[in-house]
T-cell receptor, first 115, second 112 residues
Framework: KAGVTQTPRYLIKTRGQQVTLSCSPISGHRSVSWYQQTPGQGLQFLFEYFSETQRNKGNFPGRFSGRQFSNSRSEMNVSTLELGDSALYLC??????????????FGDGTRLSIL | DQQVKQNSPSLSVQEGRISILNCDYTNSMFDYFLWYKKYPAEGPTFLISISSIKDKNEDGRFTVFLNKSAKHLSLHIVPSQPGDSAVYFCAADHPGAQKLVFGQGTRLTINP
């Protein structure tokens, strides 16, 4: 069974640009969550999508947005990139939304570097 | 508000010995807990979970203990192996939660 696939694996951008990251969940999983990981900050929750609807959003500015398609694939967009956006962005999928007492399964992330 | 805390940023253990990683939580509504392992440049891998109706769950070398009265859980790895060197995250969930809540992680180093 294929795992969670994130593309691209690495990305270099400059300040002010925008970026779109993609996540394909495990087949049959309808929930996709996004996290940001920076050194010393653990996993910071960005948002969760279930059945194409955003269920919850973390404490991030409006420059961070996302969406989910009917096939459960999800994209995350960051506009007007800042140096502080350099991080590992992780996507996780699960059959049901958070709160259903089940593990989330992670992809290997997209390493975003802002110059 | 840090609802899930891993107070030890790092831990060093001799190969073959027991590794004990700790996690504390503050929200009494949490009723499902998970441990993840993360290598550099990879995503976290789910290791083991425990429901609040249990106080222990085992899977091979990994055992998770839950003390609900103390709001504390721990992950025991016996025996520790070099491949166990990684960052370990605990996480918590409850019905009605909008997200998994993660601790800050503990870096485990297994020394030969």
């Amino acid at each position: 069974k294929a795992g969670v696939t994130q593309t691209p694996r690495y990305l270099i951008k400059t300040r002010g640009q925008q970026v779109t990251l993609s996540c394909s969940p495990i087949s049959g999983h309808r929930s996709v969550s996004w996290y940001q990981q920076t050194p010393g900050q653990g996993l910071q929750f960005l948002f969760e999508y279930f059945s194409e609807t955003q269920r919850n959003k973390g404490n991030f500015p409006g420059r961070f947005s996302g969406r989910q398609f009917s096939n459960s694939r999800s994209e995350m967009n960051v506009s007007t990139l800042e140096l502080g956006d350099s991080a590992l962005y992780l996507c996780a999928s699960s059959p049901r939304p958070a709160g259903a007492n089940q593990p989330q399964h992670f992809g290997d992330g997209t390493r975003l570097s802002i110059l | 508000d840090q609802q899930v805390k891993q107070n030890s940023p790092s831990l060093s253990v001799q190969e073959g010995r027991i590794s004990i990683l700790n996690c504390d939580y503050t929200n009494s509504m949490f009723d499902y807990f998970l441990w993840y392992k993360k290598y550099p440049a990879e995503g976290p891998t789910f290791l083991i979970s425990i429901s609040s109706i249990k106080d222990k769950n085992e899977d091979g070398r990994f055992t998770v203990f839950l003390n609900k009265s103390a709001k504390h859980l721990s992950l025991h790895i016996v025996p520790s192996q070099p491949g166990d060197s990684a960052v370990y995250f605990c996480a918590a969930d409850h019905p009605g939660a909008q997200k998994l809540v993660f601790g800050q992680g503990t870096r485990l180093t297994i020394n030969p």
